[in-house]
């Protein structure tokens, strides 16, 4: 049996209330024996944390995504440091910065990122990290403050030549969805390309439905579709690449 892990999901959404344990059961027979829920806000990070807390393997993310930085308060760091050195927390995040939907004034993105790096370091916790068309403040940043500290860049969808810069920084790369839609040559050929011992997978759900369920629900079970795909990509077996991608997520999040 294959042993894959979802190191990105959202199965604190309420599009999962209705049906969270059989979507986490349906997963598990698919041969998605890890999930990571990651929180986006203080309510979702909360909540991943319950999840992880009530389930021998979910674990938890916190932090507050670039989009709700504007609303961060010292309390709130106060709450993710706590949270950040349970057990069952295994990364911050995700957070970052996002300049496509711009919800959050820059420099406010760019502070709070900066202090969740921090929290990190003082937790020594890996970092998840959202980045929408802001690679280079993001490089910059990474650069600047996260120097030492390990952390994969999710839903990877820049250039190979950013990826490039990333594995030199010895960082990892999550795939997720985009992997299996039709035009998705720029993440197929990254996919492709990745060093095995840097690649991670993930369904980023209840967003980015992979082939051939767009238009549904997302759910960590799809990570399968995702495995699929990349093994094709790379001619390699699905059972290689679960193996790899799972003992990959393992040594990020420090698990066994
Ligand atoms: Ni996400």
Not at 104 to 122: C, E, H, I, M, N
Not at 235 to 242: D, M, P, R, V
Request: overall charge negative.
């Amino acid at each position: 049996m294959i042993e894959l892990f979802d190191t990105h999901a959202h199965i604190d959404d309420e599009q999962f209330d209705a049906d969270r344990e059989d979507v986490i059961i349906r997963a598990a027979e698919k041969g998605v024996k890890y999930i990571l829920c990651a929180g986006a806000s203080m309510e979702s990070s909360a909540r991943a944390v319950a999840l992880a807390e009530s389930h021998p393997d979910v674990y938890a993310a916190v932090g507050v995504h670039p989009h709700d930085a504007g609303t961060v308060n010292e309390e709130d760091y106060l709450q993710l440091a706590q949270w950040a050195t349970l057990p069952k927390v295994a990364a911050i995040g995700e957070i970052g910065l996002d300049y496509y939907y711009d919800l959050s004034p820059r420099d406010v993105q760019k502070t709070v990122f900066g202090r969740q790096l921090d929290l990190a370091r003082q937790v020594g916790k890996p970092f998840i990290i959202h980045d929408r068309d802001a690679h280079g403040d993001i490089l910059d940043i990474v650069r600047k403050q996260a120097q030492g500290l390990s952390g994969v860049f999710h839903c990877f969808s820049g250039s190979w030549e950013m990826a490039k810069e990333l594995l030199k920084l010895g960082y990892y790369l999550a795939i997720g969805g985009p992997v299996t839609f039709k035009n998705a040559a720029k993440v197929q050929r990254v996919a492709a390309q990745i060093p095995l011992d840097r690649l991670l997978i993930e369904t980023d759900c209840p967003y980015l439905t992979p082939h051939p369920h767009r238009g549904h629900r997302n759910e960590p079970a799809y990570v399968r579709l995702v495995a699929e795909e990349i093994a094709r990509i790379r001619n390699i077996s699905l059972e290689e690449l679960a193996a790899a991608t799972t003992f990959n997520a393992k040594q990020l999040f420090k698990i066994e």
